[in-house]
């Protein structure tokens, strides 16, 4: 492959022909081709890996379920939360987004949600993965509490003084001026700050993939608000957010090694007699429906469809007997970073509307690593978090921290899928020291609503291919030469007080470091 290839169109071989359903008269192409390295997902493990090979020669194919989201000026490229449409959910998702049901006509949207009987998982979903609608807070955890939650074999100090500085630079990390913090619509984030320091926590501005004088001109009049009305919850329309599709993706199409494959779903992968890996394709349209059918051969599988899709791919292959022999760790582990989202409608202060966005300040309480927690302030519209009701003058509040609490999946025959189990409130010894934060912020005189005491919700999971029990700390699936795992589904099941972002594409440098150095000429 000698340039990079975005295939939206045809097939570029035809082969045998399968009928997709017996209701249906309409064949559906089926195309066979070979691969030297396939990347499944385009999120931050799979594009960090993606980069660095093309970086070092090899030539990678990466499929992608969802569609490219390219952003300008002006641009109406994402769906806004005040406005939403089918953009926002992904076809193959639960109908909901942030927990209230939705009804739209199938699309290639942002959001995957998958509900289990106690926890809704949210995923993101398109070229560039989670790094679309993510907020974005940038965290890296201290010494402290990384080595309480991480393995010895992830050394500190090579993670502090290489690998998270890496990513920091790759995705442009800066904190939020003073011209866009004290300008009117940050006023809930001006609160948040006050409100925390004066109930004795810690507050910082937390580092954003944002290049903010893109704010600084929406708010001379430059062009429409996108960050300064809070429209950015689901991708920013302006531009000068450095997500993963304009940052480590874009560097991997220059190196000319890059074949992106968009609206590839992947259905099921095996393991070849001949030891190599095979990944069946669904090539769809924006509206899902299936236009060609690949098998696609190749030595070298590296998973980053995030912890849900990476591990229930997994779980599956190994129930089907499609992989044999995979790890007896696998699908334990997982956890959901004890995210909690608070509603918070304070009685005596007018917060003012719209509120700037995505996020400047947050308070981290790290001191104890058992303990460690963070709070921060977000601009997403509270109706969509905590249902209709709701006054006006409402903000949100969140909060995530450190966690024992592990849940695993189960694979159930019916469904042909891994179905996540998780105990209800499993996060509750964290959320003991999390809940009284928000609550000393929020003050007496408001309204504070728990969205997550009902059913539980998570944006962060992570876990099910862990590091140490399923793969080694490179992500190499244990017994399975040529399969890697380079996504949040290789985490622990924590993130150490932080966003899993930052960590699980630190996690992927470092991986990636020591496989083009030992993997790259031999297997791979």
């Given amino acids: 492959m000698d340039r990079r290839t975005f295939v939206k169109g045809a097939a570029v071989a035809a082969g045998s022909l399968v009928v997709a359903a017996p209701a249906r008269a309409a064949l559906i192409p089926l195309t066979r081709i070979q691969r030297r390295v396939v990347v499944v997902g385009s999120g931050f493990g799979g594009s960090v890996a993606a980069l660095r090979l093309t970086e070092a020669g090899v030539p990678v194919t990466l499929l992608e379920q969802g ?85 010895a074999a992830l050394d500190y100090d090579e993670m502090h003084l290489e690998h998270y500085p890496r990513v920091r630079q790759m995705l442009g990390a800066q904190t939020a001026p003073d011209a866009v913090i004290d300008s009117p619509t940050y006023k809930p984030a001006r609160i948040f700050k006050r409100n925390a320091e004066a109930a004795g926590f810690p507050v910082s501005r937390i580092p954003m993939p944002i290049d903010w004088s893109w704010a600084i001109r929406e708010l001379n009049g430059e062009m429409k608000p996108s960050y300064t009305n809070g429209d950015c919850a689901l991708g920013v329309n302006n531009g000068g957010k450095n997500s993963l599709d304009v940052t480590y993706l874009r560097q991997a199409e220059q190196t000319g090694r890059l074949e992106v494959r968009l609206l590839h779903r992947v259905t099921d992968i095996a393991r070849t007699p001949s030891c190599d890996w095979e990944v069946c394709v669904n090539r769809t349209d924006v509206y899902g429906t299936t236009k060609e059918q690949l098998v696609i051969t190749t030595p070298t599988l590296i998973l980053g469809a995030g912890s849900m899709g990476t591990t229930r791919m997994l779980v599956r292959a190994g129930a089907n007997s499609r992989i044999p022999d995979l790890p007896d760790g696998l699908g334990t582990n997982w956890g959901t970073n004890a995210d909690r989202i608070y ?31 963070t709070v921060i302030q977000a601009s997403i519209p509270p109706i969509l978090l905590a249902g209709p009701g709701l006054p006006t003058n409402t903000t949100i509040l ?33 959320q003991s020291r999390i809940g009284p934060r928000v609550r000393a912020v929020a003050g007496p005189a408001s309204l504070l609503i728990d969205t997550n005491l009902l059913l539980g919700w998570t944006w962060h999971p992570m876990g099910g291919a862990s590091m140490g029990s399923v793969c080694d700390y490179e992500g190499r699936v ?28 630190a996690v992927a440098e470092r991986a990636m470091k020591r496989i083009v150095a030992s993997d790259v000429g031999s297997l791979i």
């Avoid at 070229?127 to 939650?149: A, D, I, N």
Wanted: aromatic share 12%; with cysteine; proline share 9%.
């Fill in 398 to 430: 969140v909060g995530y921290g450190v966690s024992a609490a592990r849940g695993h999946f189960v694979y159930n025959s019916l469904l042909d899928d891994a179905v996540l189990k998780w105990e209800h409130e499993g996060d509750r010894e964290i």
């Fill in 67 to 151: 569609r490219a989201w390219p952003t300008g000026p002006n641009a109406n490229t994402f769906p806004t939360l005040r406005t939403l449409d089918q953009r926002a959910l992904f076809y193959g998702s639960a109908p909901q987004v942030f927990r209230q049901p939705v009804q739209f006509p199938p699309y290639a949207g942002l959001l995957n949600a998958v509900v289990a009987p106690t926890m809704t998982v949210l995923s993101g979903v398109g070229y560039g993965g989670g790094s679309l609608t993510y907020q974005g807070m940038t965290l890296e955890p201290e010494r402290q509490v990384f080595e309480h939650e991480f393995p």
């Fill in 478 to 505: 244990l017994g399975q030469e040529g399969l890697y795992v380079l996504d949040g589904a290789l985490l622990p099941g924590t993130a150490a007080a932080c966003n899993p972002s930052m960590t699980i594409a």
């Fill in 343 to 373: 509603a918070w409608s304070p009685f005596t202060e007018n917060l003012g509307a719209p509120q700037g966005g995505p996020v400047v300040y947050g308070s981290l309480d790290w001191a104890d690593p058992a303990y460690a927690n």
